[in-house]
């Protein structure tokens, strides 16, 4: 059953006498550090007798930031089960992340302690400095989608120290009438977000065997035959791609069985092909073993999620018939496996670029810069971006610098570069910029080709120099190395273990400056 998720102007009585008999919902109230309850918890403590003053005194509830607390209430007959409070901590000191992690925390609590499959979240009088009802409402709205995700979707029993996951069937905002439209508009947006952020995440959690290049290419098909003739897709097969001499590309497959696909696909508003297109790049790697080199156990055992760049860039193309940006976008995905075969490349292979380059190949495990290398080419002379942005699980090194909570950033202008981190805050997903300093562009000189696809510098800073220089004079451009955010083994907020769909919520927002909605 899909999440429903609504703005009413109800008053909170009203919402709760609307709940159908026999179904119980439960109320979700936010509080802040020092102050008394006021607005709707305090209508909800007169209505529950008060019941919240006196369990908030009664437990000693201090209201600390993050801080939860589950009511049980005697109005069942009513159709109101469990309150649920959830501290924001000094009003003052509230910022939109804060309200991102104190929002996991209580969506996270009504799904694993109180067992919600309705909610009730007053908006009416939440006086929130620094953002609006319309930002609150849309992080409301992706995080109670996000937390509602889960991964385990091909499972086909339930074994018996195992208890299924309660899901979320509605979420009502109670709202003022004057905010009323703000909040409907906040939860367009966030459902359009959360809900492509949990479809890139069912790409990227599905085994490589399902999830092979040709599944990636029906996807694209399929995005653009719903799209209402907004999204245009083609696919190149083998044939195609060597056409167009992808060396790149090319070598990367030479090992694997699965045909490679060349995906591409375009966006145009309804007032045509305008002189500002941004193109968008996905790595496609569908399954790493590392080729000759191979990767050892522990290196391989995520290596389905090499293609959480090509998911994030595909979902974000399959919201532009409702976002309906004023400017053109174009999409390419360079989609492969990475596996081990009597073809497959060798060290000191030399290929040729579809730009011309040559590449000397010092590390059969630093694929995603030879296929990355075709699509940005691509993408400047045949789709014709000139502000282009790949995102790549590209290497392991970023994720030594910045840990598995902030994607690294890259680019050769800075005021592109600001605005995709801008774009990043707003949208939740950390991303810091780490250097592209003249100094480290030696690093990929080649010795018997031009380039040495194994850089002897800073791993992550060494292959956005080696992408960088697929980058046309002209073109503007941003790296996103989403290696170490785009796939966790552990539970995180409202990111189950698995694929976190990282990037999809920070290129929405981009697109969304272009927007009307």
């Keep these: 059953m899909s999440l429903i998720i609504s703005a009413t102007s109800s008053r909170l009585d009203s919402a709760i006498t609307r709940v159908k008999a026999g179904e119980r919902a439960n109320l979700l109230l936010v509080v802040f550090s020092g102050e008394k309850l006021s607005g709707q918890a305090l209508a909800a403590d007169d209505l529950t007798n008060g019941l919240i003053k006196r369990r908030i005194k009664q437990d000693g509830f201090q209201a600390k930031f993050i801080q939860t607390k589950v009511i049980d209430t005697d109005l069942t007959t009513k159709g109101l089960d469990k309150i649920i409070l959830v501290s924001l901590g000094a009003r003052s000191k509230l910022t939109l992340n804060g309200l991102r992690a104190a929002l996991a925390e209580a969506f996270t609590t009504a799904r694993d302690v109180a067992g919600s499959e309705r909610l009730i979240f007053p908006l009416i009088d939440v ?16 995080y109670s989608v996000l937390a509602d995700y889960e991964p385990n979707h091909r499972k086909t029993r ?61 996807m694209a098909r399929t995005v653009a035959a719903n799209s209402g003739g907004l999204v245009k897709c083609e696919v190149l097969d083998l044939a ?53 080199n191979a990767k050892d156990y522990d290196g391989m055992l995520d290596m389905k999620n090499d293609m959480g760049g090509a998911a994030a860039v595909l979902q974000v193309m399959s919201i532009l018939s409702v976002l309906k940006p004023q400017i053109s976008v174009r999409a390419v995905i ?26 000397e190949i010092g590390h059969t495990d630093a694929e995603g810069r030879l296929t990355l290398a075709d699509a940005l080419h691509y993408i400047q002379t045949v789709s014709g971006a000139n502000q ?34 801008k774009c990043s805050k707003e949208a939740g997903e950390p ?22 696809n194994s850089g002897t510098g800073p791993g992550a800073i060494s292959a956005g120099w080696f992408l960088r220089e697929f980058i046309k004079d002209g073109t503007v451009w941003v790296h996103m190395d989403v290696a170490g955010t785009s796939f966790r083994r552990y539970d995180h907020g409202v990111d189950a273990a698995g694929a976190t769909g990282v990037a999809v919520r920070t290129l929405g927002q981009l697109l969304r400056q272009y927007s009307k909605l």
């Design 127 to 142: 006086d929130l400095q620094g953002f609006t009802v319309e930002q609150f409402a849309q992080v409301v709205t992706e």
């Design 158 to 218: 339930e074994w018996q120290n195992e208890a299924p996951r309660t899901h979320l069937k509605s979420l009502t905002m109670l709202c003022t009438a004057g905010t009323l439209a703000a909040a409907k508009k906040g939860i367009l947006m966030g459902r359009l977000l959360g809900d492509a952020t949990n479809r890139a995440r069912n790409m990227v959690n599905e085994p490589s065997n399902i999830m092979t290049p040709k599944k990636i290419a029906t």
């Design 240 to 292: 195609g791609i060597r056409k167009l001499k992808m060396g790149g590309l090319l070598a990367v497959n030479q090992g694997s069985q699965n045909p490679p696909a060349f995906i591409a696909m375009s966006y145009d508003p309804e007032i045509g092909l305008t002189q500002q297109v941004i193109g968008l790049v996905g790595k496609g790697i569908t399954f790493d073993t590392g080729g000759l």
């Design 334 to 359: 360079a989609a492969s496996e990475n596996l081990i075969d009597a073809k497959a490349m060798r060290q000191g292979d030399i290929l040729k670029t579809m730009a011309g380059l040559t590449v």
């Design 388 to 421: 282009v942005i790949d995102v790549a699980t590209l290497t392991g090194d970023v994720e030594t610098a910045l840990g598995d909570k902030i994607s690294g950033v890259m680019g050769n202008s800075e005021r592109f570069t600001r605005e995709v981190l």
């Design 431 to 452: 991303m810091h910029e780490l250097p592209l300093f003249d100094e480290y562009r030696d690093c990929n000189k080649g010795v018997m080709a031009d380039l040495n």
